[in-house]
């Protein structure tokens, strides 16, 4: 893997009251709360047609994570035997992507609040997508 | 969003009998094949703990997706007023990553065969992640 990279870059960040990894639900709806998520000028046209309501997958960056772990004991339970990542939801893992199911509670200019995302404050949003079907929690 | 950048490496790229994008249905469920992932030996720790019969989320980079497209017509329908592309699953997007929700079929030491799946041949693939809730389709 070490011949070809992409370049991410982001569309915006998280506004969190969740400050640190501590502090964060292992998934959002473990408790966490709702975030503003700030939309970079530069791409704030792509957000058109996003509503108030809608459900969306939120993928960020987690640039907080080890990208060199490849095993890890599932949900930090040290009674759980060592894991590959991929067959985990570690932070840690080689792209350290997330992905959030959220709701949008509301929108302001170039800023949309979505929640509830177990993201902390700071955390790089690099794409928006829907929510293909009701049934969906992936 | 020209500042900061973050690096993705593939992981693997898929091996599918989907040449190219016009061939490729908008989504898996719409009569998509299976393709084999071919998990880089470097990573391959990683995929320990997947099982034949599990449903992931296979994150891809849409390698020939246009970046610089802010606005579409929903699948490509040009009856359908121009959306933001994050309102969208167009493939064409300022970070260009498919979430492709498969199950798994085979594995045959680092090659994972999954489906089905509507990424054309020589995708990368930059993460796996398990699906969280059977009820999931996100």
Chains 1, 2 share one sequence.
Not at 2 to 22: C, F, N, Q
Not at 49 to 78: C, F, M, S, Y
């Amino acid at each position: 893997m070490h011949e070809t990279y992409y370049s991410l870059a982001p569309i915006g960040y998280l506004r969190s009251p969740l400050k640190d990894r501590g502090a964060a639900p292992n998934q959002g709806r473990e408790g966490a709360p709702d975030a503003w998520l700030d939309v970079d000028a530069v791409v704030a046209e792509g957000r058109e047609g996003i509503e108030v309501g809608a459900e969306l997958i939120v993928i960020t960056w987690l640039h907080q994570a080890g990208r060199d772990i490849l095993k890890t004991h599932p949900r930090n339970d040290q009674t759980r035997p060592l894991t590959g990542v991929f067959a985990t939801r570690s932070p840690d893992r080689p792209n350290p992507l997330g992905l959030h199911r959220v709701t949008v509670r509301e929108i302001a200019g170039n800023r949309v609040k979505v929640g509830p995302i177990e993201a902390i404050d700071g955390t790089p949003v690099v794409d928006l997508k829907p929510v293909l079907s009701a049934s969906a929690d992936f």
